[in-house]
């Protein structure tokens, strides 16, 4: 079973898009996993999480959209998608990143 994770902050404009178009990703692939989800309330809960904007997904422990310039903190995390900018991964990206997982 996958370990999937969906960090977040209280008040995140994005967070719920990108919940649903998890779950979406998630039951079309058939996989078998249950989304934590985990609340990010300060910047020592930032700290400690390695949270890098909200709504950070991670599966199995690792967050496949991270990039390198990333820093933790209580952001709004904004992804590049094949439609432009945005505040969630595309259905898309999710269902290729679990292709590769299951």
């Given at each position: 079973?996958?370990?999937v994770?969906?960090?977040?902050?209280?008040?995140?404009?994005?967070?719920?898009?990108?919940?649903?178009?998890?779950?979406?990703?998630?039951?079309?692939?058939?996989?078998?996993?249950?989304?934590?989800?985990?609340?990010?309330?300060?910047?020592?809960?930032?700290?400690?999480?390695?949270?890098?904007?909200?709504?950070?997904?991670?599966?199995?422990?690792?967050?496949?959209?991270?990039?390198?310039?990333?820093?933790?903190?209580?952001?709004?995390?904004?992804?590049?998608?094949?439609?432009?900018?945005?505040g969630?991964?595309?259905?898309?990206?999710?269902?290729?990143?679990?292709?590769?997982?299951?």
């Open positions: 079973m996958l370990k994770e969906l960090l977040y902050f209280d008040g995140c404009p994005s967070y719920r898009m990108a919940e649903r178009l998890l779950r979406e990703a998630l039951a079309e692939q058939g996989a078998s996993a249950e989304i934590a989800m985990i609340q990010i309330a300060d910047d020592d809960d930032a700290k400690r999480a390695k949270f890098v904007g909200s709504p950070t997904i991670r599966i199995d422990g690792v967050d496949p959209f991270r990039y390198d310039e990333a820093n933790d903190g209580m952001e709004c995390r904004i992804y590049v998608t094949p439609e432009g900018l945005k969630w991964p595309t259905k898309a990206m999710l269902e290729e990143v679990l292709k590769r997982k299951t």
